[in-house]
């Protein structure tokens, strides 16, 4: 078949940041070659971190096309939780230990900006299903925040404490924790992205949540009364701008986890602390998000247009 793109001057670097615990995590630099080192390039951080799914560089024309050659940079993040150095590897972050997913990518974040690859307003996040878990813990953490000019969530896990109970969630339960039992609950919640934003970044009550469900016509929204005197906003916080894409027919993933996200963004976050809060939401295509080809060009053509003008390109 035809090369989609130019890759004869490209390169693919191998490198090593150092988590917040000490641990060297890898991670591969996707260039082209001439690109200068000056901390002015757009680039992307492809990351997953479960299941113990291994990251590991690829032939994508989409990528070619429509990154790469314009020179941006991507980046693979072999983090922990995945298969890239064994069952160990992926055990690391397993339950209690979520955090450690986050950690490794604040570190190879700061490593890019560090070296001069890139800088925070020209530097993004993306990931999918469990990937989209983890961006979305990373941009309601304060240190991973301030890393990030953009991020795209893409049919994410974000309710963790309804997650089990929704379509293909129960399934999971080895790799996260059962909600249900109040001690893993104590782990679950500080790695529920929708919940450290509700209660920790908003401050609104977390009694509330409790009556309310993901079907239900005001999720995200916040009445007068729901806010107690003693709930206390974190004013530091201040999101990336951030595209959310999902699918009305995902049989393993609700998109009502990204829709209540959203609308919290949108409703409670206000233009100060969000400026750019997209979302998109494709009638077909499952968990992939796309149905066909033609749905699978609209959906990274929506994605990259995003990352282009997010991140000024």
Not at 25 to 53: C, Q, W
Not at 261 to 284: D, H, I, R, T
Request: net charge negative; with cysteine; glycine share 10%.
């Amino acid at each position: 078949r035809p090369a989609m793109f130019e890759a004869r001057n490209l390169c693919v670097e191998q490198k090593f940041a150092q988590s917040l615990d000490g641990t060297s995590i890898p991670y591969f630099v996707i260039r082209r070659k001439d690109v200068p080192m000056d901390g002015s390039n757009p680039t992307l951080i492809d990351a997953y971190g479960g299941f113990e799914h291994s990251m590991i560089p690829h032939y994508s024309g989409g990528v070619g096309a429509g990154w790469l050659e314009r020179g941006g940079i991507k980046v693979i993040a072999n983090i922990r939780g995945g298969g890239e150095y064994g069952p160990s590897w992926h055990k690391a972050a397993l339950r209690e230990k979520r955090h450690k997913c986050f950690e490794d990518v604040d570190a190879i974040a700061q490593a890019l900006i560090r070296s001069g690859v890139t800088s925070y307003e020209k530097l993004a996040l993306i990931g999918g299903s469990n990937g989209g878990l983890l961006v979305g813990n990373v941009i309601t953490r304060s240190t991973g925040a301030k890393l990030f000019g953009a991020a795209v969530c893409q049919v994410p896990l974000l309710d963790m404490k309804r997650y089990s109970h929704l379509l293909a969630g129960a399934s999971w339960m080895a790799e996260y924790g059962n909600p249900d039992i109040p001690e893993d609950w104590n782990f679950l919640r500080s790695f529920s992205p929708y919940h450290v934003l509700r209660h920790d970044i908003l401050g609104i009550s977390e009694e509330i949540e409790e009556n309310k469900t993901l079907s239900s016509s005001n999720i995200g929204k916040t009445n007068k009364g729901d806010m107690k005197e003693d709930e206390k906003k974190d004013e530091t916080w201040k999101c990336p701008k951030i595209l959310f894409t999902t699918s009305t027919m995902d049989d393993r993933v609700h998109p009502g986890h990204a829709r209540k996200m959203v609308s919290s963004l949108q409703n409670e976050a206000g233009l100060a602390k969000a400026p750019v809060v997209c979302y998109w939401e494709n009638v077909e295509g499952g968990h992939g998000g796309a149905a066909d080809n033609s749905q699978i060009a609209e959906m990274w053509t929506i994605t990259y247009e995003f990352l282009v003008k997010a991140l000024d390109f």
